[in-house]
């Protein structure tokens, strides 16, 4: 069995090259699964909106026109309902690369044109969340990890724990209770102080449109009422990064080229910045992907505390009224953003990390 | 490197060396306990609401009462009826089913481990509180349907644990020659197979322990899971997120799914120490993906 890295003899063209070439391999699988999976997501929001919740007709129609069989057959021809199921799929695919999602029950627009305004809400949530989780989480698990076993260690295990064990919809409350309603001293719930105009839409994150607008008392609304939300979904993921940083850079600790380096009479903060922490943060990356979808479960739980109108808030409303396109469009949108990240983070490990591209 | 380090850990009996366990441990028990026994304990019906409305914590009612008038005391401790008998069934049974379709994929190969393991990349292509909280919604609010959601989205990370663990036993010496014994393949999976598994698999399925009860509690409190005059933490929490300045309402069914999940986390991870490291870490990796 040759290498998979060995050079081909008979490469004949670009196209070939690309294909042999050990990063575009790895880039060209993952994202041809990542579709592929992304396929998977449809098929898992069609089989529950169409096949799970009984009879569409009996739905859409309301019990009076149930009664008449020939207002139901005519429903079903109108909406295709029936033509055999692959069919029905292939009709649905159709209507999702159009971008119809279905029309919500509550507010009685397209659901695309409700979360067209809810997604960039939480992305300005989420990312401020992670940004802060990867610092906080990397650094405690890197102390963690150089002082294991003693007191330090020990408690920075409680802290992770907790983290990860306290339910994210009651921190969200109890921080909401304390630091507005007693302290005074968060801003209340929302995006903006109220009456505030949101600033004029390029990105849709009010703290970026705000800067590039120059409007800063704008800006320095939405920071303010970014800082509560976002500090109680860190909670989990500063947990699961914690704990996870510490146990990578125990296992790069344990290397031989580590043991070398200190042999050799490096300073030890040489050792740990340029041996140590660069490998380390390799699997770390891979985390921080999966760190995200806990954020985007976390929203669902946090934002309507908040009053936050992102996918979170939306997605508690309509899963409390039962708007299933709603729903399925929430479950669609956060499936395919999550598979997104997941493949960037893919990609980052395999440009980072050669050894992973030859598995 | 210290060769002569005192260890004051080591003089102490091995129970205590662990303290993080000893306390998950009895806090575990305690609820365990609560729930058995929580007529006994509770001093109000947890239904009745015949108290004075929202009066708070105080020497007549520990708690305070809620919006309705009910003892939340009270209804905290039934809520241990609820949710912990749930969380362990809903864990046997991800366990169970995982496992089964996960030893399959694993000592059978080929179709069955692909259709297995692709059904599972599936589920992992959604965040767990997302998925659930659709497969939930489709289903129809009820407890019973939360279960059904909450197993929907728990049983793959121990379908890819014993998939794991299968593969790297199914060609290992002593399986093998068993099998040339002629050991049916059911006889091998249970009889080679399954002693060497379950370790790690009771170890995963502790630490879910408290993913569960975080996600049916989060369901609940979505209003996709226990109906209204049940008493159950996570639509009590959402009870009190409608009353902000009564903060008893929401905050000690909070406290107790906290308590919960923290002491089997608390077990759960000092297993997972105690097994040895190469197990723990892909054991690690499958833990952490569950949000």
């Not at chain 1, 009076?64 to 055999?84: E, S, T």
């Not at chain 1, 699997?283 to 992907?289: D, E, L, Q, R, S």
């Not at chain 2, 630490?207 to 996709?224: K, M, N, R, V, Y």
Request: proline fraction near 6%; charged fraction near 15%; include cysteine.
């Amino acid at each position: 069995m040759s290498p998979r890295w060995a050079p081909s003899r008979r490469v004949s063209g670009g196209g070939r090259l690309l294909a042999r070439h050990p990063l575009a391999r790895f880039l060209l699988r993952r994202t041809a699964v990542a579709v592929l999976l992304a396929f998977g997501v449809t098929l898992v929001t069609f089989v529950l909106t169409n096949v799970v919740p009984g009879d569409p007709a009996a739905a859409n129609l309301g019990q009076r026109a149930i009664g008449d069989p020939a207002v139901v057959d005519q429903f079903r021809k109108q909406h295709g309902l029936d033509q055999p199921l692959p069919a029905q799929y292939v009709t649905y695919l159709g209507h999702l690369f159009q971008g119809d999602l279905g029309e919500s029950q509550q507010t009685h627009q397209p659901v695309l044109t409700d979360l067209a305004t809810a997604v960039p809400a939480t992305l300005e949530l989420a990312g401020a969340a992670i940004a802060v989780s990867l610092v906080i989480g990397v650094a405690l698990g890197v102390v963690a990890a150089l002082r294991r076993d003693r007191l330090t260690d020990q408690l920075l295990r409680v802290v992770s724990l907790l983290g990860v064990s306290v339910p994210t919809f009651w921190l969200a409350l109890l921080a909401f209770y304390v630091f507005f309603y007693q302290l005074g001293v968060a801003p209340g719930s929302g995006r903006l102080a109220p009456g505030m105009a949101p600033p004029p839409y390029v990105t849709g994150l009010h703290t970026i449109d705000a800067a590039l607008a120059g409007q800063w008392p704008v800006f320095w609304s939405a920071a303010g009422h970014l800082v509560l939300p976002a500090l109680v979904l860190t909670a989990y993921t500063v947990g699961l990064l914690t704990r996870f940083t510490r146990s990578a850079v125990l296992d790069v600790l344990g290397q031989d080229y580590v043991r070398a380096a200190r042999a050799k009479g490096l300073p030890g903060r040489t050792v740990l910045l340029q041996y140590v922490l660069r490998a380390a943060l390799v699997p770390v990356v891979t985390i921080a992907g999966l760190a995200f979808g806990a954020l985007l479960s976390g929203t669902v739980l946090v934002e309507s505390i908040f009053a936050w109108p992102g996918l979170g808030a939306y997605a508690y409303r309509s899963a409390t009224t039962l708007d299933l396109p709603a729903v399925m469009g929430v479950g669609l949108v956060v499936g395919i953003v999550y598979l997104t990240v997941n493949l960037a983070v893919d990609v980052l490990y395999g440009v980072i990390d050669p050894r992973v591209r030859v598995q | 490197m210290k060769v002569f380090r005192f260890s004051l850990l080591e003089r102490l009996p091995p129970a205590w060396r662990r303290p993080l366990a000893v306390i998950g441990g009895a806090v575990g028990a305690l609820w365990l306990v609560i729930a058995v026994a929580c007529p006994l304990i509770a001093p109000h019906d947890p239904l009745a609401q015949d108290l004075p409305r929202l009066a708070g914590p105080g020497t007549a009612y520990w708690f305070g009462t809620d919006e309705l008038g009910r003892d939340v005391l009270s209804r905290v401790l039934y809520g241990a009826r609820v949710s912990i008998p749930l969380a362990l069934l809903l864990v046997a049974m991800s366990l169970l089913i995982g496992g089964v379709l996960g030893a399959c994929a694993g000592f059978f190969g080929r179709w069955i481990d692909e259709t297995v393991m692709r059904i599972a990349d599936l589920v992992f292509a959604f965040p767990t509180v997302i998925l659930a909280m659709v497969v939930a919604a489709a289903l129809g609010a009820s407890l019973e349907n939360a279960v059904l959601a909450v197993l929907v989205v728990a049983w793959p990370s121990y379908a890819r644990v014993t998939r794991g663990l299968v593969v790297g036993l199914r060609t290992r010496e002593f399986v093998l020659s068993g099998r040339l014994l002629g050991f049916s393949a059911w006889h091998s999976l249970r009889v080679d197979i399954l002693p060497n598994v379950l370790g790690p698999l009771l170890v995963l399925a502790t630490l879910d322990i408290g993913t569960a009860t975080l996600l049916l509690s989060g369901l609940s409190f979505l209003g996709l899971g226990a109906k209204p005059p049940t008493a159950e933490w996570g639509a009590m929490v959402a009870a009190g997120t409608q009353q902000f300045d009564m903060w008893w309402i929401g905050v000690f069914p909070g406290l107790a799914i906290l308590t919960v999940v923290l002491a089997f986390n608390f077990l759960g991870d000092a297993l997972r120490d105690a097994l040895d490291p190469v197990t723990a870490r892909t054991l690690g990796a499958e833990k952490e993906r569950v949000g």
